[in-house]
């Protein structure tokens, strides 16, 4: 049976699976190939503007080892022929314990490759009920 | 001093205190009014497309009364001059306990005014640690 997902669902879903294994194997500098030069980043309420100063600040991350669990994953393509992408997980980092963190990215298409102009990451540590 | 945020900051700041407003007040009907004719849904990982079919969504969700209190929201541009909004927060439906949820709001302005044109929506309840 043929793939019946949408192109935007497909390159939504792989972008995050690219995104979070070159993540979670220690080379985050190279994770700099998936930003437009122009993105935008807000990592837990601070902005970055410019892939250099993004990826300045991820391979900062002041932890050796992380891994990502993706629980959720939902995509959409925008009017502008872009695809957003919202992600909710969980993520364990060196010995911390495991904590729940939700992701945005938007992704767009500029001469056939696909590349993130927007990214926003918050831990959920504040994000359930009393 | 005058106020320091950007513009889009602003926008989408307002935009998330009139969602929640109207829709924490009873008056989901009224909440079509924010979304453009092609905008997308996607709620609980249910998608809904266009304004009416989301309109009947959200009006016939089934609880009388909720509660949303915004933990976090972050903004940001796109290079489409839209505006992406993430927020993180928790909330409450009729007798149902505290429950987290996430939610993604792209706005684009058309005409002079801003509306929605994709919604993501999802309860974190799998989103924490072990």
């Known amino acids: 049976m043929a793939d019946e997902r949408p192109d935007w669902q497909k390159i939504g879903e792989e972008f995050i699976q690219l995104y979070y294994s070159r993540f979670d194997t220690g080379n985050r500098s190279s994770l700099g190939e998936l930003y437009y030069q122009s993105a935008w980043m807000t990592w837990e309420g601070e902005m970055f503007h410019g892939k250099e100063v993004i990826v300045n ?11 990502h669990n993706i629980t959720k994953q939902d995509c959409q393509p925008t009017p502008d022929n872009c695809i957003v992408v919202m992600v909710m997980g969980q993520l364990k980092a060196d010995n911390d314990p495991v904590m729940g963190f939700q992701q945005v990215f938007q992704l767009r298409n500029e001469l056939g490759s696909w590349g993130c102009s927007n990214d926003m990451f918050r831990l959920s540590i504040h994000n359930f009920g009393a």
């Open 57 to 67: 600040k991820l391979t900062t991350l002041p932890f050796k080892t992380i891994q």
